[in-house]
């Protein structure tokens, strides 16, 4: 053989290695579909790419992640979205199907909730921690809890003492509803998104939400008093949850890529993003001139003995369960303090 062939075969061997490696590497990478229902302007929008990423860095380019910029389903349709494979992956709030978390929700109670940040690795960590995530995700996969920060009220006029919610309608979702109804509000059960306009037609007169929501949903100039409550007056537990089926079937690269990514890391993650957005919608809030106030000691110990109905409530819940709702319940509080085991 020539010295011209010897070059050319050995050139061409080489080539034909370089194209199944490259070949093997793109039937390696997976494209998972990613649900968004919140608009652009909201927060999640960003903070959902970001966490998006980290997975995709993770798995070294054998994962990447489309996130819709528009709704397949409303906001309560999420979790079939991604039970039944229409999504890959999903941000659901736990609240709009009720029944389903029952052990998840815990998280929902009032004054437990100091920052989005250790709430939402508090969560993740206490749940899995106890295999609550075996019982309750069973059709999917969680990829990673998380919580939005200290729930508060956000209202058209200005209220200081539970005799100024008599009969006030609220928009409230999840566990919110059965707080306003302690409090003697009635409450309007209506997904996020809706609430600007309920707002503007006057059919509520307030929100529970976090601070990020005045920005997200333009409620800055709707709701010109606010209620702060340290703690939380409640908060939301979200998930990220993933088909069973796709996961299952990813690459261990992939799959160790999301657990990485996930998990309490990704928790936290989405909780340091979550506190960003607080700041700024009350930074919003301050500089429209809105009246920001903090309830009184005295006023906190009212609305805590007129709520704690919800605390009983999700105690019971567990206990139906088999389980020790107070103890699992202190135990909670701890985790989302920031006090967990690593």
């Not at 998972?32 to 999640?44: E, G, I, R, T």
């Not at 990704?266 to 009246?291: F, P, Q, T």
Request: proline residues 4%.
């Amino acid at each position: 053989m020539s010295r011209l062939n010897k070059t050319l075969l050995m050139a061409g061997t080489v080539l034909l290695g370089s194209t199944m490696v490259s070949g093997y590497a793109a039937a390696e990478t997976v494209t998972l579909k990613f649900a968004n229902w919140l608009p652009a302007v909201h927060h999640w929008t960003n903070t959902a790419r970001v966490f998006a990423k980290s997975i995709e860095d993770a798995s070294g380019g054998s994962v990447k992640i489309t996130i819709d910029k528009a709704a397949v389903a409303k906001p309560p349709g999420q979790y079939d979205l991604v039970k039944n494979g229409v999504r890959d992956m999903v941000m659901h709030v736990a609240g709009y199907t009720p029944g389903r978390f029952p052990l998840y929700r815990m998280a929902e109670v009032p004054f437990i909730t100091p920052n989005s940040t250790t709430g939402s690795e508090g969560l993740h960590r206490w749940y899995t921690k106890n295999g609550f995530d075996k019982e309750e995700f069973k059709d999917t996969v969680l990829v990673s809890a998380f919580v939005h920060g200290p729930g508060l009220l956000h209202s058209k006029k200005e209220v200081t003492s539970i005799d100024d919610l008599k009969g006030m309608k609220i928009r409230a979702a999840g566990g919110g509803a059965l707080i306003a109804k302690g409090l003697g509000a009635v409450p309007v059960a209506i997904p996020a998104p809706s609430a600007h306009e309920s707002l503007v037609r006057g059919t509520t007169e307030a929100a529970f939400f976090p601070w990020e929501a005045v920005h997200g949903f333009k409620l800055t100039k709707l709701t010109p008093f606010h209620l702060e409550v340290p703690g939380g007056l409640y908060t939301t537990s979200f998930m990220i949850a993933m088909n069973k089926k796709k996961y299952d079937g990813l690459s261990a690269q992939a799959k160790a890529a999301v657990n990485k990514a996930g998990g309490a890391k990704g928790a936290r993650l989405i909780g340091e993003h979550w506190d960003r957005a607080d700041k700024v919608g009350k930074d919003g809030a301050i500089k429209n001139g809105n009246k920001i106030q903090t309830i009184s000691d005295s006023q906190r110990a009212v609305w805590s003995k007129a709520i704690d109905v919800v605390r009983q409530n999700w105690i019971q819940k567990a206990n139906e369960k088999g389980k020790n709702g107070k103890a699992l319940l202190e135990e909670l509080r701890k985790y989302m303090a920031g006090g967990g085991a690593s």
